[in-house]
């Protein structure tokens, strides 16, 4: 298993152990916990390809009002689409 180390105030260091203590498990075992939480909390929020939901139903909106349709003879005739 990695290590990890960051620097954090003596009162929340205080807080984390109290709240761990209460859990019934070590300091270590509890930032582990809430690092698993808040990383499946992102996760879900991404989907795939890196975009979020609202993003991907942005785009699937936009491409319904979108009337450019084909098919088209030559790319002059999809480029002279996609201009107006």
């Known amino acids: 298993m990695a290590t990890v180390s960051f620097k954090a105030s003596p009162e929340l260091k205080t807080k984390l152990e109290s709240v761990a203590q ?11 916990l809430i690092l698993t939480a808040a990383l499946k909390d992102e996760l879900i929020k991404v989907t795939e390809n890196g ?5 991907e139903l942005e785009i699937l909106a936009s491409t319904m009002d979108d009337e450019t349709t084909g098919p088209f003879t030559d790319t002059n005739e999809l480029l002279k689409s996609l201009r107006q």
């Open 51 to 55: 975009l979020t939901v609202a993003e």
């Open 22 to 32: 209460i859990k019934g498990i070590n300091l270590s075992a509890y930032i582990k």
